[in-house]
């Protein structure tokens, strides 16, 4: 529901509780546990002030008024202290044309922390990509991902253990470390363990 008159019709015929109730299931469209999950209302708070048996006071208004913007709805805490409130909101989708990108890679980045792989870096694999004690979260690579290679940034461990990036190249693994070029025969992973890193923490 994205029809702001509507939404304020239904608001005024509701009491405060019910108002809420309202903008969190129909205009928000999520349930208590999802609402209640960044911790600004508590699960408790919130379920008494849906029923009614907890009356909204007016620090309990101005955490809604704030959970509120974060969501999109912006409006002051009369709406939730006044029976006889106007119910002026405004819809904002500015906050989610922001994050929702970033939402998106996240849950990306936490459904790969149970598949990849962590690595600890040590400074002198490569200083300048990545510090001293920096975590690397990588994927272990096969014969048919080396064809893909291309200034990727992996880990090599073998009877030689360095951080570079590497490209393929006339049937070769080209290695930029730091500067310092090299070249591998491409049956370098049946001798090494070799890693694409996809994520880089740099524990700061």
Same mark, same amino acid.
């Given at each position: 529901?994205?029809?702001?008159?509507?939404?304020?019709?239904?608001? &005024?015929?509701?009491?405060?509780?019910?108002?809420?109730?309202?903008?969190?299931?129909?205009?928000?469209?999520?349930?208590?546990?999802?609402?209640?999950?960044? +911790?600004?209302?508590?699960?408790?708070?919130?379920?008494?002030?849906? %029923?009614?048996? @907890?009356?909204?006071?007016?620090?309990?208004?101005?955490?809604?008024?704030?959970? @509120?913007?974060?969501?999109?709805?912006? #409006?002051?805490?009369?709406?939730?202290?006044?029976?006889?409130?106007? #119910?002026? &909101?405004?819809?904002? =989708? !500015?906050?989610?044309?922001?994050? +929702?990108?970033?939402?998106?890679? @996240?849950?990306?980045?936490?459904?790969?922390? !149970?598949?990849?792989?962590?690595?600890?870096?040590?400074?002198?694999?490569?200083? !300048?990509?990545?510090?001293? $004690?920096?975590?690397?979260?990588?994927? /272990?690579?096969?014969?048919?991902? @080396?064809?893909?290679?291309?200034? %990727?940034? #992996?880990?090599?461990? +073998?009877?030689?253990?360095?951080?570079?990036?590497?490209?393929? /190249?006339?049937?070769?693994?080209?290695? =930029?470390? =730091? $500067?310092?070029? /090299?070249?591998?025969?491409?049956? &370098?992973?049946?001798? #090494? $363990?070799?890693?694409?890193?996809? &994520?880089?923490?740099?524990?700061?």
């Amino acid at each position: 529901m994205n029809d702001l008159e509507t939404i304020k019709e239904n608001l &005024i015929l509701k009491s405060p509780a019910k108002r809420l109730k309202f903008l969190r299931q129909k205009v928000i469209k999520k349930n208590q546990d999802q609402f209640c999950q960044d +911790g600004i209302i508590r699960s408790s708070t919130l379920k008494f002030v849906e %029923t009614e048996r @907890l009356k909204i006071s007016p620090r309990i208004a101005e955490r809604l008024v704030h959970k @509120l913007r974060l969501e999109g709805i912006i #409006c002051k805490e009369e709406i939730f202290l006044e029976h006889n409130s106007d #119910c002026q &909101i405004i819809l904002d =989708d !500015s906050r989610e044309k922001i994050i +929702g990108p970033s939402s998106s890679n @996240l849950e990306e980045i936490r459904k790969k922390l !149970s598949i990849l792989t962590p690595l600890h870096i040590d400074k002198e694999l490569c200083p !300048s990509i990545a510090p001293n $004690g920096a975590t690397a979260l990588a994927r /272990e690579l096969r014969e048919d991902d @080396l064809l893909q290679l291309n200034k %990727t940034l #992996c880990f090599v461990q +073998g009877a030689k253990t360095f951080v570079s990036l590497l490209t393929y /190249e006339n049937n070769q693994i080209l290695s =930029d470390n =730091d $500067g310092k070029i /090299e070249y591998f025969p491409t049956n &370098i992973i049946n001798f #090494c $363990g070799m890693y694409a890193i996809e &994520i880089l923490y740099f524990n700061n």
